[in-house]
Nanobody
């Protein structure tokens, strides 16, 4: 399972950190990442990391502002969000997939790739 924490309300320009703790998996080779969704819109993959080489991938919308990091011992991942904008307001979801390999890195942020999902946490950026 994936247990999320963090989120909440922040003013534009502020920062928030989301946490996700994974349990019950084999943790051999996996990807764990973050997605977000605004009601009425498609879910957007924003950041993910691979356990085999610690590579990270970001959507252009968050690149340079958000940082994903993984603790390989605790099996947790966090998303540090800085310079938040009103358009970052969404429900944020942690997601996990085991043994995914592809030559097409753009698939790493596709929600169809992931098998397990957290329950979501709301982030609101507003004055």
């Amino acid at each position: 399972q994936l247990v999320q924490s963090g989120g909440g309300f922040v003013q534009p320009g502020g920062s928030l950190t989301l946490h996700c703790a994974a349990s019950g998996f084999v943790f051999d080779q996996y990807m764990i990442g973050w997605f977000r969704q605004v009601p009425g819109k498609e879910r957007e993959g924003i950041a993910t990391t691979r356990s085999d080489d610690d590579s990270t991938y970001y959507a252009d919308s968050v690149k340079g502002r958000f940082t994903i990091s993984r603790d390989s011992i605790q099996h947790t991942v966090k998303l540090q969000m800085t310079k938040l904008k009103p358009e970052d307001t969404a429900d944020y979801y942690c997601a996990f997939v085991e043994n995914y390999h592809s030559d097409y890195v753009e698939t790493y942020l596709a929600d169809s790739v992931y098998d397990y999902w957290g329950r979501g946490t709301q982030v609101t950026v507003s004055t």
